[in-house]
């Protein structure tokens, strides 16, 4: 059993039979937003992600291209994949590729132990194939094709035909785990999350349980079954063990009894695979079944999923190349409710980095900055009594932390910045308020001027340690500008759940100039 500090946080692996969209990148930042969050508060924080390369589908693909498969894979790994992460700085602990040797050699030694504990049997199968989701459909995800696919049968994700395949396959037992799946799902409600997600997890394993084929003969591009090289194990099977050959499985107990067991971030569309077959599969095996499997939805596109054979998706880059990563990373968290379908648009990008990055943050930071220097020489102020408007600040302070938390921990952390951007909001209003532009002129009011200048510094340094997870690179310029690095540290070596203990930075501190964090952007000739 994992320690209890332990978060070993998990994404899919992406099949490389293409580059990567946004869809793809918003799973990465969702995960890296929970990952550097944990990470900073004290937890013993492993992130993996990494690329599924075998099965039908990439055999194709690289076929198509005339490449061999892996030679295909380490093209698309290194030119598109790996890339991604630092287009949109992500700080993964590991990278795992299928066709690595510690995962081929896990996967080996995972399905020998289901053979020789029976759970795996030989048997003829024949059913409707999806290349595309390289499954075997259920009767609820095939539907009657249309237009040029008419009188044929289509899978209702992919919207091309399916094929009809009849092999001698192996099979793993799945339908003996029925019931104790329904017991996992009714012991352990926060299991499948959101709610939503459990619901559909649930009544899908009450219909019944088959039997699930693990191996195929009808190509090559694969791990082989261990007792029997003329089979390849089934792509998914093969994919889902990544979760425990990358820590170790098999090959290094004290690693793997430290990270084991993940939590689990998948798209909707792979939820079953993660809730229902994955558990099986671990319950087999002796092991335990995951923390939590959490599902969130998909990025629309004029109200379509978005998607690279129907020619929706949006590369990253698109939005990056022009707001930057921190935006890319802060829109997509904070304007679709985390677990729920979100629809993108520029127009709501464009406005929400004006007026809550740009105008929102990143002026209240230049602001307060730029008074410190003017009024106090580039350095902290010194603060006197503190007054009712003070105290609300620092209180609030507190509270956004304490809440913003408690969210990121519930996976919800559309609501966990939505904590944090209220303190944004107050510090605007309590920099219009109290006005130290005026006091300035007072030298009377020189006492009261340091008070306010100091609680709308510490604000922005709780602010710097808050939103550090979600907006690295803005708010590490914030932090050295603050004189934070100097007198407290690096920014992710701050102890995330006391970013609220007040009084942190001395006064006297020395600042430096402020970058603009969020820099104006102009509109085209054609209002782009």
Known sequence: MANPSSFYLTTPIFYVNDAPHIGHAYTEVAADVLARWHRQAGDDTWFLTGTDEHGQKILRTATANGVAPKEWADRLVESAWKPLLDLIDISNDDFIRTTDARHEAGVAKFLQKLHDDGHVYAGEFEALYCVGCEEFKPKSEIVDGTGEFAG??????HSKPLELLQEKNYFFKMSAFQDRLLALYEER????????ARNEVIAFVQQGLEDLSISRTSFDWGIPIPWDAS???YVWFDALLNYVTAIGYGQDDEEFARRWPANHLVGKDILRFHAVIWPA???AAGLEV???VFAHGWLLVGGEKMSKSKLTGIAPNEITDTFGSDAFRYYFMRAISFGHDGSFSWEDLAARYQAELANGFGNLASRVLAMNAKYFESRVPEAADEAPADEAIRELAASAAARADERMDAFAIHEAIAAIWELVDALNG?????EPWVLAKDPGQRARLGTVLYTATEGLRVLAELLAPVVPLATYKLWAALGAESALGALDEQPLRDAAVWGKLAPGTEQQPLTVLFPRIEADETGK
């Open 189 to 196: 409600p926060d299991f499948v999350q959101p709610a939503s």
């Open 152 to 157: 044929q049968k289509v899978c209702a994700i």
């Open 430 to 434: 309590y920099i219009t308020e109290q």
């Open 231 to 233: 089979h390849v194990t």
């Open 281 to 283: 599969m671990l319950m």
């Open 290 to 292: 995951p923390n939590h």
